[in-house]
């Protein structure tokens, strides 16, 4: 523990705020993962697999969750931007939460030209080209909260990214193990939601309580079967 945390931890101790840690699951055989047609520009590898469903050892990938009310009080866009980088010819993360208001940044750390192309409901919010080692575009989402922009390319149709859009920062995204934390939640009752592009949405109640009862755990599963 850090001077700094130790501190917090011996003046904070009657405030301590609540996090929900967990684990998205996908039970059953996932889709498969098919090798993507990218003939079409040979500065794009031709080995990369469709990332619409990515599960490893049944934990499942790009999974946001988040909390869906409760959410007292205003929350500022955090001054730094969320950063989405296109590499190998795939947008990387393929799903990231923002603040109402907050920018993203994407970054061409490719040998050929992207177009990106953000759309909220199939209204485009920004389209901006950007060749190879061009600087890196800061761009306005231009969205209220519960919007998905859908991120495109205009060069490459199979790249596909989700940035959604919340009035609080009470949000994570499953890594490849499945596995995402929220922190800094205020005692109290929550509807906790699981959204994935492809998959759709599961909710549950989540209750952040005093002392022990603040750190709570939950686990979301996705079923082969209901596919
Ligand atoms: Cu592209």
Redesign the pocket.
Known sequence: MTRFALALACMTSAAHAGSIKGTVLFEGEPPEQETLERDSDPKCSKTKQDEAVVVTKGKLRDVLVRIKNGTAGKHAAPATPAFID?RD?MYTPRVVGIVDGQKLKVRNS?G????VWGQDQNKDVFNKPQAPKAADLVLDAAAKPDDVIELK????GW?HAYVAVHDHPYFAVTASDGTFEIKDLPQGTYTLEAWHPTLGTRSMKVVIGKGKKADVTARFSYKASEL
């Open positions: 296109q010819c490719d050929t030209c992207h177009n390319c205009g060069a490459h790249m």
